[in-house]
């Protein structure tokens, strides 16, 4: 009984500094239950509340820290091995990624636009350089055939995006077409940061029957598909 008593007087004592439950129970080996009786009207100081608060908040980060790096560990080795699963793209392969991709992404004639040039716009880096070498090895088009356009919003750097474009497609900014300003009001919340570089277009000069030909790829997938 003189032992019970004093383990409570100094289960009391550790909690009035403001200890959790759990660093009670390491200190004061006694069963969880009988510890909630002996400290249910032990009330707690605004400090003490706040370092119970406090330390919650770190157990809460920590564990959202460890799921973090559990995912970005299994997201990694997916990766790692769909990879490997790509050996080898060839010419044959190319073709027909750069008509799927122009099919998603491109510019399609209408009969209200039966002129439409071969033009594709897009953010990702990897998609503008895989479509300047599909237009290069597959379909034939030089460099100087091709006009480049910025698209990016008006309270971004333009001469870095610029720049930035200029690198991907090893086109010298000096022969960019006037930006396109995006004026609106972006109704989102994605906020734009310093990896933000706008939306390059891709043009291909007097390419209307390359555009029909294009059309008629991708019907021909269609119908072997079909």
Same mark, same amino acid.
Request: proline share 0%; no cysteine.
């Given at each position: 009984m003189i032992y019970k008593t004093k383990e409570k007087q100094k289960a009391i004592a550790l909690r009035k500094r403001g200890l959790s439950y759990n660093e009670i129970l390491r200190k004061v080996p006694v069963a969880k239950s009988t510890l909630s009786l002996w400290l249910r009207d032990i009330g707690l100081a605004k400090q003490q509340k706040q370092r119970l608060t406090e330390k919650r908040r770190k157990a809460q980060t920590k564990a959202q820290q460890a799921c973090r790096s559990k995912r970005i560990k299994i997201t990694e080795e997916i990766k790692f091995l769909a990879r490997k699963e790509v050996n080898g793209i060839t010419k044959k392969d190319l073709w027909l990624i750069g008509i799927i991709l122009y099919w998603a992404e491109g510019s399609k004639q209408k009969e209200t636009n039966v002129s439409e040039r071969v033009t594709l716009g897009n953010s990702d880096p990897n998609i503008i350089k895989i479509f300047l070498r599909w237009l290069n090895e597959v379909c034939k088009i030089d460099k100087k055939d091709i006009v480049v356009r910025?698209? &990016?919003?008006e309270t971004s750097n333009k001469q870095k995006a610029k720049k930035y474009w200029s690198k991907i497609t090893n086109i010298p900014a000096s022969r960019f077409h006037k930006t396109l300003i995006k004026k609106h009001?972006?109704?989102t919340n994605r906020k734009f940061n310093d990896n933000y570089e706008g939306l390059l277009f891709v043009t291909v000069k007097k390419s209307t029957n390359l555009?029909?030909?294009i059309a008629g790829w991708i019907e021909? &997938?269609?119908e072997n598909l079909n």
């Open positions: 910025l698209a &990016i919003h009001n972006i109704k555009n029909r030909k021909g &997938i269609t």
